[in-house]
């Protein structure tokens, strides 16, 4: 076997190992992908076999997107984690035989060898070799491209009547709740609230119930003189590389009890400061009209209730807006509750997160704040600092999560596997039911090990940052080929990881990979009042981006997002799902067809050379 | 005498010159470097020596800024142009005698004598060594002043109350009023024009009247399709290094007819369009309320009437904000003017910019809406691309501006030399009569020759661009000595002559220069609402700037800038006209006073290194 056919078989491989998991948990994987895989095999393309996520319509006119009463049956179910995984039981005597409903899961020792499989791929010579020159060839026709067609496609815009970058959709793909307001926006909102509220009973200070009047005090500063300066919850050089001053840099003015009464869902005020807040940022986004933003809550796993406390909050706040689409995050720091003890071990952390989802889902008339929740929530997200190693490298002989009661921390690719197979699993309960699916959505690749991008590829529907694709080009190249969505903050990456200039997120939008701009957390990185619009604009100035390419990002994001499949039709027209030119409708997206047919052609040609590099045996 | 001794001799009269042509155009000159020049000289400072330009103050509570009741009387003198130069005589019989009255104008010859001596010095070998390792010095002491007093100045900023980036002054130093709208705001305009007005006349095709419908339809749109991209005003990548198509980009649609019609204050509507968009930029800053600009407007020298049209443009539509102050923009296209046989020779350009001019400030009330828009007129810019290069070199050999007939353009120092003397007679008229006076601002050093910058230097309160003082350590040193203030805009650079990341803001910060930001043109650059935040915010993201650097940069726009001295108090404290800590109110800077002193010091060390140089002889 020859180097060319060795690389062909095993991107072959990796493709078919990533469709399989995409299937099963209601991911997406690209049509034109798949069809070239069953060429290979010799099979037909049955379209059929495609999956797609679910997510929830915006209300129709009049409909309140609270209301309870519509909610399905109970199916009296019951759902038990066992090996870390949730299983659904007809009943209590199937579950205590262990007699699960089938539900396909991800086969832990076949994921262990396929994860094997892909390291060994992409340490291997000639794929590294291959997978490096595919992209250099890739960058180099771009700027053919570019150089012979650039007029093209500007002709093209120009003749597109009534829509341009300021008019086509664009969805801040990756946005932290408790960060989505900018700093002044913060310092405006307490100094308001304080004039508003200083009398009222707004915290719990080590027992005794405290006005804000009184915290203010305790705290020896006056609202009047706050400044964004004393305020202090913006990164700045002194956050670069130091993810631990980062996070710091959540509690205004240094003090938690602020965090605590502006930015937690869970207070001795219900979450309300936080509520309005964020009804304030998705006010803004709603008169922009264009923007869209996929914020996320956090759920711990330190306690069962978490999801009971916030779909409370956001049931009777009811924060809703149709330009917000909400996920979870789950911070990794299990580490944390152990020592703590709040926590036995990593299966409860997993049960905690899990196990009301699955319930809810069966039963959703026992908590039909929860369910309505949950129509709303549209993926999960996997948070922390990449940049800390955990030393342990997940295999067949990794402990069951029941079984990992020690101090340290799982891996990343621990927590992911957990993650995705629960998602897997409750997603096809869900879809079962015509209920909306979640899709697995993890920060990735900020820093760290590459390995983390693999188990993302495995995994995951798109991820948030994925800057290490520099460091592997096999895996830059499988992203490439599996069109997988990448939501870049090169803002955010600049003031903690990489420097504005260095970020890769040109270059990768050069070669084809599918990359969205998003902003991390506005109240951290960025200066005015439109986040999303400021990171666009110094993307489109330091890398000099022509409105063709703004408005292919623009289009990206919103495929990478969980608006609707309705919404989706809306903005980029009724073909969107289709691959290629024919999916895009410019009177929509603003993006050159011209654009559009030299990324499917470009795409389909390095498909088409596995295809001949497997026809040689 | 020594390598050491020459430099500082050199650079000892370099600043004498520069102060002597200050103070005779009332323009400014450091009270520092004058204490330290008198010093050398072996004389004392006499404060009175000092001189200031002076700006209107905004009016009063109910005051009309239109009113032209108080215009003073008129003199009776006569103005007449010699050799470029306006001089003022008591009458008509003085003027035929040539006998003018006794206000000092630049002597040519001195002039010449005084620039041949700067070119040699820019040029002298010692003097390029000393002043490039001062340089490296100055910016190697920044950064150890960074490193061992960055969280030093942080917190004296956190100790400040009410007072941060958001609500410190900044002026956007640098701006053209035919640009000073950004594209969505200009596309927006176009769309809300035709739908109340389309049936009403508004240009003239050919002889003949048409309404907007009939001037869209002879362009074959609409402007319901119109979109950021047909409308085609902003700079991209096809504008780098191309000042030509730069120029073509303020045609909306490449279309003039849109030009004259929105963007001109001279047209079939009387520019009534213009001020309408002038004046809802202005309302944005007065709402933004902490942000002024002052906008350019074109006089272009080709026919004696352009400053009554202009003024009349002026009162008619009211165009008065307290945060707008007015400047006066000169093309430097003498050939193309003389190539249509508008102008007989470069004289009478000179007088039909200048002798309107002279008179209303002879006689105010012969021209009343002249003399009102001169009171908020502030100064005059050269414009225009500077790396086209003459060919023509100023000597005493030079044609005078009446003979200078022929078809080529002169040189840039010629321009500039001949527009400094005018300013300077002008200021001591105006100053006599107790009118506001003009400061001399200048494009320069945004491309071209390094001589530019030479003239500037010898001529020019404050520049714009300032680029190519990179080129010269000599030059940029003794901007530095002189603190020079430099309206900066790397994103029009970064459009047009130097990649945002290579661009010298920084350098130039570090070193002590003084440094303001400007967005030049919104309409070409800009993405966002607030074009000047933009740019701050870019700025601030690219080159990692502290709040101290960015309220620095603020404080030198507010100094920089035309503000009156009545609110330039308001805005820097009392005392703003002290140099060193002592002239900054951080209540309302919000600059560190260690970053004050630290400025303060380095300069003083500067100044006296150039006093001891010059005691060994």
């Known amino acids: 076997m020859d180097d060319f056919e060795l690389s062909c078989r095993g991107l072959y491989r990796a493709m078919t190992i990533r469709e399989k998991y995409m299937r099963l948990a209601y991911q997406r994987f690209p049509r034109t992908a798949s069809q070239y895989l069953r060429d290979i095999e010799g099979e037909s393309f049955k379209p059929e076999d495609q999956v797609q996520p679910v997510f929830t319509s915006p209300p129709k006119n009049g409909e309140d997107p609270f209301d309870t009463a519509d909610l399905p049956k109970n199916l009296g179910y019951v759902a ?28 832990y020792n076949t994921f262990i060898d396929d994860m094997n499989f892909l390291i060994a791929l992409i340490a291997q010579g000639p794929t590294k070799t291959y997978t490096h020159r595919r992209l250099k060839f890739l960058m180099s026709k771009f700027n053919v491209h570019e150089m ?66 009184e915290l203010f005090e305790s705290l020896h500063l006056h609202p009047y003189d706050l400044t964004v300066d004393s305020l202090d919850v913006h990164a700045g050089r002194q956050t670069f590389q130091r993810f631990d001053k980062f996070n710091a840099k959540y509690n205004p003015v240094g003090a938690s009890e602020l965090r605590d009464l502006y930015l937690k869902t869970e207070n001795h005020i219900g979450g309300e400061y936080f509520a309005t807040i964020i009804k304030e940022v998705a006010s803004d986004l709603e008169d922009a009209k264009y923007q869209y933003a996929e914020p996320r809550l956090s759920i711990y796993g330190c306690n069962p209730s978490e999801w009971i406390k916030l779909s409370s909050w956001f049931n009777k706040n009811r924060v809703f807006s149709p330009n917000l689409k909400w996920m979870i995050q789950v911070p990794r720091i299990y580490d944390i ?41 549209t993926g999960f997200d996997s948070v922390d600092d990449e940049s800390k190693h955990s030393g342990h490298m997940f295999s067949t002989k990794s402990p069951k999560p029941e079984e990992w009661d020690i101090a340290k921390n799982p891996s990343y690719t621990y927590y992911i596997y957990y993650m995705y ?56 190249y499988l992203y490439f080929l599996a069109q997988i969505p990448i939501a870049m903050s090169p803002l955010s990456n600049n003031s903690l990881f990489l420097e ?28 005015t009042k439109e986040p999303l619009m400021e990171e666009y604009a110094i993307a489109a100035q330091v890398f000099k981006l022509s409105t063709c390419d703004m408005c292919e990002i623009s289009r990206s994001s919103v495929i990478q997002s969980a608006l609707s499949h309705e919404e989706k039709v809306h903005f980029l027209g009724q073909d969107y799902l289709k691959e290629g030119p ?3 409708d410019i009177r929509k997206t603003n993006v050159a067809q011209i654009r559009m047919a030299y990324r499917y052609e470009t795409l389909c040609y390095e498909l088409n050379l596995i295809k001949e590099g497997l026809k040689t045996e």
Chains 1, 2 share one sequence.
């Open 80 to 107: 038990r984690m066992k090996d870390g995984l949730i299983y659904v039981y007809n009943d209590g005597a199937a579950a205590d035989k262990h007699q699960p409903k089938d539900l396909p899961c991800p086969d």
């Open 148 to 213: 012979l067609n650039e007029m093209e496609e500007m002709k093209e815009l120009k003749m597109n009547p009534h829509r341009d970058f300021y008019n086509c959709r664009k969805v801040d793909t990756h946005i932290h709740a408790a960060a989505c307001m900018n700093q002044k926006h913060l310092l405006r909102f307490i100094k308001k609230s304080y004039r508003v509220d200083a009398d009222r009973v707004v915290h719990n200070l080590k027992g005794k119930e405290v006005t804000m009047k």
């Open 337 to 377: 509750f152990k020592a703590r003890n709040f926590v036995p071990h990593f299966g409860k952390m997993l049960e905690n997160i899990f196990l009301p989802v699955f319930q809810a889902t069966i039963d959703p008339q026992s908590n039909p704040e929860l369910s309505i929740f949950l129509k709303h929530v």
């Open 421 to 476: 197979a629960n998602i897997a699993v409750l997603n096809q309960l869900r879809r079962q039911r015509g209920m909306n699916t979640f899709t697995f959505r993890p920060h990735c690749g900020e820093a760290g090990a590459v390995t983390h991008l693999l188990a993302a590829f495995m995994t995951a529907d798109n991820i948030s940052h994925g800057l290490n694709l520099k460091k592997s080009p096999v895996l830059q």
């Open 500 to 527: 504005y200039a260095k970020n890769p997120l040109l270059e990768f939008h050069k070669k084809g990979l599918v990359v969205s701009l998003s902003t991390d957390d506005p109240m951290q990185f960025h200066y």
């Open 582 to 584: 024919e999916g895009n």
